[in-house]
């Protein structure tokens, strides 16, 4: 069992005024369960981006996994503790204390009480072929940076995808080195380096045989 000591404060409304003139990354998602490619792309971002620490915002809920039975997030949670071995990964339940579970809501609400902290919205490339099926997917973009780094399986065009036709975005295949070349509406692609295939979906298959 992991469970070392987090750098920094769980996030929740009351701990905003310690978030201050930070920057940090975001990772979302079920975390149902963690896997090694959590881990491969929560360190590429820490290592790779200007941030201080990367959230994992643990949703409530996946609109999308109707059909399969998550966890409470404590379970999760949990689970996480005994995989995760970088202090400055920091667990979140922001998105259960707020009762939201969408990332464009999850954009608003950092607005409005984390207005002095800078945010980067991080992502694997395996998210771009279905990221304009996500509720109000065109206000994401106006919230925080987005970075997509490479994780496969990618079977789509990075051209033809509606992020890069959209004309409202701007994208840069070179990571900036300061937080402050980091911007709204702009979209960031690491398309190279290792990779790793591991996938909650493939977990929850192999647990089930």
């Known amino acids: 069992m992991v469970d070392i000591k987090p750098l920094f404060p769980e996030p929740t409304i009351n701990t905003a005024r310690f978030w201050r003139h930070k920057t940090v990354g975001l990772l979302g998602g079920s975390f149902n369960p963690v896997h090694e490619g959590h881990l491969h ?53 922001i998105e259960k204390e707020l009762n939201i579970y969408r990332t464009h809501q999850l954009g608003a609400a950092l607005h409005h009480y984390f207005p002095q902290t800078n945010f980067i919205w991080v992502g694997g490339i395996d998210l771009v072929d279905g990221f304009h099926r996500w509720e109000n997917w065109q206000e994401i973009p106006s919230y925080f940076p987005i970075v997509f780094f490479q994780r496969p399986p ?56």
């Open 41 to 93: 792309i929560s360190n590429r971002a820490l290592r790779k981006l200007p941030i201080d620490c990367l959230w994992w915002n643990f949703t409530p809920k996946n609109p999308f996994k109707k059909d399969i039975k998550t966890p409470p997030i404590d379970e999760r949670i949990a689970q996480a503790r005994t995989i995760v071995d970088n202090p400055r990964i920091i667990f979140s339940r």
């Open 154 to 209: 990618f079977k789509g065009s990075i051209k033809r995808s509606i992020l890069r036709v959209n004309k409202t975005l701007h994208h840069e295949f070179k990571l900036p080195h300061l937080p402050s070349d980091y911007k709204k509406s702009h979209i960031y692609w690491d398309l190279h380096g290792k990779t790793c295939i591991a996938s909650s979906s493939a977990l929850r298959e192999a647990q089930q045989r």
